[in-house]
Every structure is written in structure tokens, then in C-alpha cells.
């Protein structure tokens, strides 16, 4: 008997993987492999989850009215114009949804998030990938590379995995340079880390300028909670109306939303991770720099990608067979065309110097 045919397109998707939480070792295992929150998740939100336990019979509020009310006081926004969803990656996938189908093009840069192309492909649509420069998007290649048939431009900034950013008069040009009835989104995921970098914006400006930007955000990263699944967008009015009619009625959790409500409320936490990443980060880098033979690249994340010798023995796949083994995950990003690199997430303190002594034994075999 023959099994039921999926819509093209559907078949040719590699499911995404995350970054593994487990290692073959008997050490301490340290996992930095997720770009997740260093100090655990907010205490605040933590606090709303335990509040919520009583009233888990209760389903959610659908509109998510309360988190958008608060997400529009702190950062100066339109309610109407909020749109929440489990994690910011849902909402990527119903901007595809909505606006591009069969045929149509979805276009992105050459390292940007694997979610992009697997979305396109799930509704039929061709993914296509512009040439970054110096692991950097390229507003030049975006444009060049715009077709009759390109519907949705996505821009991952700052991006994962490379930890790079283009300046807000980039972004700026990239939008004009793009017809008026293709949807720009900024993939803002980690706009909060941005802080001191004065040419940066997460996107809100245009999304206010005009008819076609999104600006999309999660809870994930800054506040630790991608556990918990919630991210949101800000979009003009009529893509808002388009996602709040495509998405699932209650697609946002009763715990989620209001751990969300509590931890914008969380700027003493959020300051602590900000500076904990700055001074981690910097420190890790110049670290791994002095090691010779390796490269730990510029990022304006919460992580950072080193770079390893293209050699038998010496490459990313033998470093991650190796810290793995001790207990210390890594990301490998080969399917971002990135194979001699890994990706490391900023942990703690004491996770980090643990890591940096790892890939000092690796390099010194």
C-alpha cells in the first residue's frame, strides 16, 4: 500500500536540530550549545510559573491582552500591533504562511537561522540565500539577489550563528531598495545584548514608517525562558490582523504569558545578564585568541564562533568529539556552511572556564 503524498516541498526539509543537551561522559556536563540564558531564567517569572499552578484547568487568554499591554507600555508600541506566539520562531512561520506559498521566493542571508528555509519549504515556497560579506549581510547581495517572485526578506540581526550586525542605516537601505509589497522582518532575537552599539536598531522604527516590516522578539534568550516557548512581533496593523486570524486560538500557555508579564518587570535580572555577557564574552574571546591557531570571531550575541584549522585531528568535528567527551557541548554549525567552526554559548563564569581549559587541552594534544 502506498502512503499518503505531503505537499511539496514538505520532503525535502532537514527537521532542525537543536543543540544536543547531553554528552557521552562521566564529567560534569556543561551545555553551551543553545545560546541560552547564562543565569537561568528570570526570578520574577520564575515566581508567576509557581503562582500559575492552581489555575492550569483554566485556558489561556487568546489574545494575550495583559502581555501585549505591558509589552506596548515598556517599549512605547501599539497593542493592535502586538502579536505573541510559542517562541518568535511560530510567528516566522505564519509570516510564511500568510504571505508566500507554492513558487514563490523567500530570501535570507548565506548563514542566516535554519527556520527560515525549513518555513519556506513547508508551504511550498524556494528558499534562497544571499552572499554575506565577511560572514556579514549584505544589503548589496539582499538586493541583487530579489526576484518577480520574492515575497519575504528576512534578516536575522544581530544573526546566529555568526554574531554579526548591520547598522540600522542598512537596514534602512535594504528597505527601500526592496519592493513595497515584499514583508521585511528583522529577526531581532537578540536586540537586548545590543546595548552601547549606537547604530543599531531592533527594527521597531520601521515597522512604524511603514506597511511591510515586522520586527519579531523573544523571551528566550535575555530572560531565560525558552522553556517556556513565548516570543512576539510588531507589525503594522494589517500584517498583525493577518497572524492574529492564522494563528492557533490559544496558542500562548496560561504559565507563559504571565512568567512573560513578570519578567519585563525583571530590569535589575536583565541588567545582571547584560553586563554578565559583555564581560564574559569579551573575556572568552581574548582567551581563546591568545590560544594560537584559532579564531573566536566578533559577536554581538550571547555566544561566540571559533574558528579551527581546517586539518585531520585538529578541525571542529575533532574539538567537539573532544569536549564532548568532557562533558562540555558545543554547537556545531556545519549546516550553516560553517564547518571548521563551533559555536559556544556564554555560560557562567566557572562553565566558561572550564570550557576555555577544555579547548586549551584539545589544541595541546
Known amino acids: 500500500m502506498s502512503a499518503p503524498t505531503p505537499r511539496p516541498g514538505i520532503l ?3 527537521p532542525y536540530q537543536g543543540g544536543k543537551s547531553s554528552a557521552n561522559s562521566t564529567q560534569r556536563v556543561i551545555k553551551l550549545s543553545s545560546n541560552e540564558g547564562a543565569l537561568g531564567p528570570s526570578p520574577k517569572a520564575m515566581e508567576a510559573l509557581r503562582n500559575t499552578a492552581s489555575r492550569l484547568h483554566r485556558y489561556p487568554d487568546g489574545g494575550c491582552d495583559l502581555l501585549r499591554k505591558k509589552l506596548a507600555e515598556k517599549y512605547d508600541l501599539e497593542m493592535d500591533q502586538l502579536v505573541c506566539g510559542a517562541g518568535s520562531d511560530e510567528l516566522l512561520t505564519l509570516l510564511i504562511r500568510a504571505y508566500a506559498g507554492p513558487g514563490d521566493e523567500v530570501l535570507y542571508s548565506q548563514h542566516g537561522f535554519l527556520m527560515y528555509p525549513i518555513a519556506a519549504k513547508g508551504v511550498g515556497a524556494v528558499p534562497v540565500t544571499a552572499a554575506e560579506t565577511n560572514m556579514t549581510t549584505s544589503v548589496d547581495a539582499m538586493l541583487a539577489a530579489v526576484t518577480e517572485k520574492t515575497k519575504i526578506v528576512f534578516v536575522a540581526n544581530p544573526n546566529n550563528p555568526t554574531g554579526t550586525y548591520i ?10 531598495g526592496l519592493r513595497e509589497d515584499i514583508v521585511l522582518v528583522v529577526d531581532a532575537a537578540y536586540a537586548e545584548f545590543m546595548t552601547g552599539q549606537e547604530d543599531y536598531s531592533a527594527g521597531e522604527e520601521l515597522v512604524k514608517a511603514g506597511n511591510n ?19 512576539w512581533c510588531y507589525a503594522p496593523v494589517e500584517i498583525a490582523d493577518v497572524l492574529q486570524r492564522l494563528r492557533n486560538p490559544f496558542n500562548v500557555p496560561l504559565p507563559t504569558q504571565e512568567a512573560g508579564v513578570a519578567a519585563l518587570d525583571d530590569d535589575d535580572f536583565v541588567n545582571d545578564c547584560v553586563r554578565h555577557n559583555a564581560e564574559t564574552l569579551a573575556w572568552f574571546r581574548d582567551e581563546v585568541n591568545a590560544i594560537g591557531g584559532l579564531t573566536a570571531h566578533p559577536s554581538y550575541g550571547n555566544f561566540v564562533m571559533i574558528e579551527f584549522p581546517a586539518q585531520d585531528g585538529k578541525n571542529a568535528d ?18 550553516y556552511g560553517l564547518s571548521q567552526m563551533l559555536r559556544v554559548s556564554i555560560g557562567t563564569k566557572e562553565e566558561m572556564e572550564i570550557c576555555l581549559q577544555t579547548i586549551k587541552d584539545f589544541v595541546n594534544l
Open 318 to 335: 575533532a574539538a567537539n568529539d573532544f569536549m564532548m567527551a568532557r562533558g562540555v557541548i558545543p554547537r556545531k554549525i556545519g549546516a
Open 213 to 231: 516590516t515586522v520586527m519579531t522578539r523573544t523571551f528566550s534568550k535575555i530572560y531565560g525562558l525558552g522553556g517556556i516557548r513565548l516570543g
Open 12 to 14: 525535502e526539509i532537514s
Open 167 to 176: 547598522t540600522d542605516g542598512e537596514m534602512k537601505r535594504l528597505r527601500d
